[in-house]
Nanobody, 123 residues
Framework: QLQLVESGGGLVQPGGSLRLSCAVS????????IGWFRQAPGKEREGVSC????????YYADSVKGRFTISRDNAKNTVYLQLNSLKPEDTAVYYC????????????????WGQGTRVTVSS
């Protein structure tokens, strides 16, 4: 059974950086596409970035292109999301999830979810 555990969230000032980690267990990482999603208060969960298990192809939401970077370390069974140049509107609970369709990186295509890690961007 695929299990995912996120870590790395916290409070950061605008313009700051964080690195989120998604530790995967129960199955080797290269079997699933992995996605990062976020949900802000009062808003729907949205796709942030997803990465293919096949060739490492990536997808980014327009709102994070050039600021966030997704990567995977198959040896450590971990997927990372580097968050740079953070803005207050990036404040949300960030989730990682496993699925079979990394593009267009939408929640309905992912079936196994972590518990989330909170990111707060505030001065």
């Amino acid at each position: 059974q695929l299990q995912l555990v996120e870590s790395g969230g916290g409070l950061v000032q605008p313009g700051g950086s964080l690195r989120l980690s998604c530790a995967v267990s129960g199955i080797t990482l290269d079997y699933y596409d992995i996605g990062w999603f976020r949900q802000a208060p009062g808003k729907e969960r949205e796709g942030v970035s997803c990465i293919s298990n096949h060739n490492g192809s990536t997808y980014y939401a327009d709102s994070v292109k050039g600021r966030f970077t997704i990567s995977r370390d198959n040896a450590k069974n971990t997927v990372y999301l580097q968050l740079n140049s953070l803005k207050p509107e990036d404040t949300a609970v960030y989730y990682c999830a496993g699925g079979l369709d990394f593009r267009p990186c939408v929640p309905k295509d992912f079936h196994s979810w972590g518990q989330g890690t909170r990111v707060t961007v505030s001065s």
